[in-house]
């Protein structure tokens, strides 16, 4: 992405990525290279193989040039911030070494990059980033500080502009969004809602792998918490789940899932399912149990300590 026409290149309201800059450039480049990737699952699923072909080589190019013009061979990020970073582990741009290689120059706690400002906004990129990097721990102690410090400072919904080095003398009149600081931030952001999806995605790890959730995978990851439940709302239902750690070790599952949802179930270490003679497929490089459950009912399983 070159930007040859000059065009306002906005990613978040953030030095450097609120016009056009190179950082600017790189994070627009890698919502391309996840556009199309998108583009490229939604025709597959509308069976138009020829346009799902077209998106995924559209999306190959796209990544190709990222690596080549934007990488850094000295560090393995595509630089020193949390937005174009984040942008590039989200969209899948990222090689496993590139991936850890930006996780500990970039996300890490002692990264010099907290130091500058991302809104609620594109922190929910960031989160995302971190989870898929190995480290939900770490991004859910993120959302404890940030997202939690805009409700110790009185939010009962989330902010359009947000950090928790910001005055708190008259909170309202410190927000910085739209090049500027003032009353005119909005209390009531839906892009600063970033948690809520993550929670579901990531925690209780319930995510749609086909159109209208008629194939999920399920593959909860408490990170440290006691326990985590909730509905999923699907066009056949709710998908419910509680995930609750176990004193002996490992953690119990309980989900219902409704009709015409195709599951395949991930769970840390060797599980079974509870009072079913199905076996699990376990796969020792991923220290992980593999259940496919396609008819609608309620399951409990036990899983070991990982």
């Known amino acids: 992405f070159a930007n040859k026409h000059g065009a306002w290149d906005y990613v978040d309201w953030s030095p450097d990525f609120n016009g056009d800059s190179p950082l600017a450039r790189i994070a627009t480049q890698m919502y391309y290279i996840k556009a199309a990737k998108d583009a490229a699952f939604l025709f597959q699923e509308m069976e138009?193989?020829?346009?799902?072909?077209?998106?995924?080589q559209l999306a190959e190019r796209l990544t190709q040039a990222a690596q080549q013009h934007w990488l850094s061979p000295q560090t393995d990020t595509f630089g020193l911030r949390r937005q174009e970073n984040a942008m590039a582990i989200f969209a899948g741009?990222?090689?496993?070494?590139?991936?850890?290689?930006?996780?500990?120059?970039v996300?890490?706690?002692?990264?010099?990059a907290w130091s500058y400002i991302a809104t609620p906004y594109y922190n929910n990129y960031v989160?995302?980033?971190?989870?898929?990097?190995?480290?939900?721990?770490?991004?859910?102690?993120?959302?404890?500080?940030?997202?939690?410090?805009?409700?110790?400072?009185?939010?009962?919904?989330?902010?359009?502009?947000?950090?928790?080095?910001?005055?708190?003398?008259?909170f309202h009149?410190?927000?910085?969004?739209?090049?500027?600081?003032?009353?005119?931030?909005?209390?009531?952001?839906?892009?600063?809602?970033?948690?809520?999806?993550?929670?579901?995605?990531?925690?209780?790890?319930?995510?749609?792998?086909?159109?209208g959730y008629s194939t999920?995978?399920?593959?909860?990851?408490?990170?440290?918490?006691?326990?985590?439940?909730?509905?999923?709302?699907?066009?056949?239902?709710?998908?419910?789940?509680?995930?609750?750690?176990?004193?002996?070790g490992g953690e119990r599952v309980d989900l219902t899932l409704p009709s015409d949802v195709k599951a395949d179930v991930q769970l840390p270490g060797k599980a079974r399912l509870m009072g079913s003679s199905l076996q699990p497929q376990f796969q020792a490089d991923?220290?992980?149990?593999?259940?496919?459950?396609?008819?609608?009912?309620?399951?409990?399983?036990?899983?070991?300590?990982g």
């Not at 990097?133 to 502009?161: K, N, P, Q, S, Y």
């Not at 918490?225 to 002996?248: C, D, F, S, Y």
């Not at 220290?287 to 899983?303: C, K, M, Q």
Request: proline share 7%.
């Open 48 to 56: 138009d193989a020829a346009n799902a072909e077209h998106c995924r």
């Open 286 to 305: 991923e220290n992980l149990s593999h259940f496919t459950l396609d008819r609608p009912g309620h399951y409990v399983f036990e899983a070991t300590a």
């Open 93 to 105: 741009a990222t090689t496993p070494k590139e991936t850890a290689a930006i996780y500990k120059a």
């Open 216 to 248: 999920a995978v399920i593959a909860p990851d408490l990170a440290g918490l006691q326990w985590a439940e909730g509905n999923v709302p699907t066009p056949h239902g709710l998908i419910h789940i509680r995930v609750e750690a176990l004193k002996k």
């Open 127 to 170: 989160i995302y980033a971190m989870s898929l990097a190995g480290h939900t721990h770490a991004a859910l102690d993120f959302i404890r500080r940030f997202w939690g410090g805009m409700i110790a400072e009185g939010a009962t919904t989330f902010w359009e502009g947000y950090d928790p080095s910001w005055p708190k003398k008259h």
């Open 173 to 211: 009149l410190y927000l910085q969004a739209d090049n500027g600081m003032g009353t005119f931030v909005s209390l009531c952001h839906g892009w600063s809602s970033g948690p809520t999806s993550f929670l579901t995605e990531c925690v209780l790890g319930v995510r749609p792998t086909g159109a």
């Open 107 to 112: 996300f890490a706690p002692d990264s010099p």
